[in-house]
């Protein structure tokens, strides 16, 4: 009976730090904001995981229009993320957790009962409203993501290839009776195909740590990096639809000292940083709209971080993992932020059409 008591009060606990994380975002409704005309409105598809309650292992696929309006699952088993678009913007691409067939080599101990089946280790595909969701690929021990190619042809997936090199890109032709093809010959991350399909920006992975972008031919050959150096610790590059500016993210930026958006031409040169809300940090995974007027991405609310401490009583000490999604112009700096949802949102991609 104490041990009901306990969690009981444990739960009544969290509902008031949820009120408190939503009550949190009010001051920012104050603040003069800058407007994004909206000429045409787009979709965007997300991840989103049941407020305060940590961004896993519980997460599913949401749409949205950019405005806010017609927002609605899409996935209902809480083991679907990493959201991205085909082409033709008919169908969506993510990543599907399922239970391990062979033992994890990185991490043998991932075999807890509450994390059994929430290995990221299948490659799904579904129709843009949710429907006919089915398995392109399954990939142990983790798939990190999947990026279709502008013709259709190819994706590039972002996984862990066998021990020693760590996640790894690689090439994959659904339509023919073919394995991943490793990409290149060494830990790399976060890859974007080039408007025209003939290129991929990616950031090299050494140790712990990521390299400023580089960019190889649709096979992996020919990899050279940017003309201009931007600096190291680059996540998420990608490619605006013109092909001449890159939205990405980059550690130990101000005023947090976080990962914040930054936009930059093709060749590395002009960056700048977009986001200066001293309110919120760690924004990443922009996403351009398909005109290319507008970029989408999240943030976390610096009062209410995703690695708050837990009291000795077993409570949150603050709200814990305030995460929304924000739609901004790549063309200014933005001094305020203004949330598009109320709730948790990361992730977000803008439908190709």
């Known amino acids: 009976m104490k041990a009901t008591a306990h969690a009981i009060a444990i739960v009544s606990t969290l509902l008031l730090f949820s009120f408190a994380a939503i009550s949190a975002l009010s001051p920012l409704a104050k603040k003069t904001l800058k407007t994004v005309p909206q000429s045409a409105v787009g979709t965007i598809v997300y991840e989103r995981v049941p407020e305060d309650s940590g961004p896993w292992p519980t997460i599913d696929i949401y749409s949205l229009n950019e405005d806010g309006t017609n927002d609605r699952a899409l996935t209902h088993d809480g083991h679907s993320h990493a959201p991205s678009w085909s082409p033709d913007g008919r169908h ?22 509450t994390y059994e089946t929430h290995h990221p280790v299948e490659l799904y595909e579904m129709n843009r409203d949710g429907s006919d969701p089915h398995l392109l690929k399954r990939l142990e021990p983790l798939i990190d993501g999947a990026e279709w190619s502008p013709d259709g042809k190819n994706i590039v997936v972002q996984a862990a290839a066998a021990p020693p090199p760590g996640i790894c890109l690689f090439l994959w032709s659904p339509k023919e009776p073919s394995e991943p093809r490793l990409l290149v010959p060494y830990p790399a991350a976060h890859p974007a195909w080039s408007p025209d399909g003939k290129r991929i920006l990616f950031v090299k992975r050494i140790g712990r740590w990521l390299s400023s972008p580089f960019v190889a031919d649709a096979d992996g050959s020919n990899v050279t990096p940017l003309k201009n150096d931007p600096g190291p610790e680059i996540f998420e590059p990608a490619w605006s639809p013109d092909g001449k500016r890159i939205a990405y993210a980059q550690d130990n930026a101000p005023p947090g000292r976080t990962p914040q958006i930054f936009v930059m ?35 976390t609310l610096k009062a209410a971080p995703c690695w708050s401490r837990i009291a000795d009583n077993g409570t949150p000490v603050q709200p814990w993992c305030v995460v929304r999604l924000f739609v901004i112009s790549p063309d200014g700096p933005q001094e305020f932020l203004k949330p598009l949802t109320d709730h948790y949102g990361a992730k977000p991609a803008f439908a190709a059409k």
Request: net charge negative; charged share 25%.
């Open 92 to 113: 969506i691409l993510f990543v599907h957790d399922a239970a391990l067939q062979k033992p994890d080599p990185y991490n043998p101990h991932r075999g807890h009962e």
């Open 265 to 299: 031409n093709e060749d590395g040169s002009s960056a700048r940083q977009l986001t200066q809300d001293p309110d919120w940090e760690y924004c990443r995974h922009p996403s351009w709209s398909p005109d290319g007027t507008r970029l989408a991405f999240s943030c």
